[in-house]
């Protein structure tokens, strides 16, 4: 299952996306810019709201699936 998601990469001055999984993201691995190495990791705080987004996006694959 791809779960790999893309973001922008939150420099400004760059152009480049960012591949995460947000799976591993919620468990605390960071992932980093391939263009200037910008890294996005997760706080206590986003983690929460990523997991919400997470268990939103699990509940629509289910409903797809059926
Ligand atoms: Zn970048």
Excluded: R, W
């Amino acid at each position: 299952m791809n779960t790999i998601q893309t973001i922008q990469c939150p420099n400004a001055e760059c152009h480049g996306t960012i591949q995460f999984d947000p799976y591993l993201l919620i468990q605390g691995k960071s992932f980093s810019c391939s263009t200037c190495n910008s890294v996005i990791s997760l706080n206590q705080e986003s983690k929460e709201v990523v997991k919400d987004t997470l268990e939103k996006f699990d509940e629509l694959k289910a409903q797809t699936k059926s």
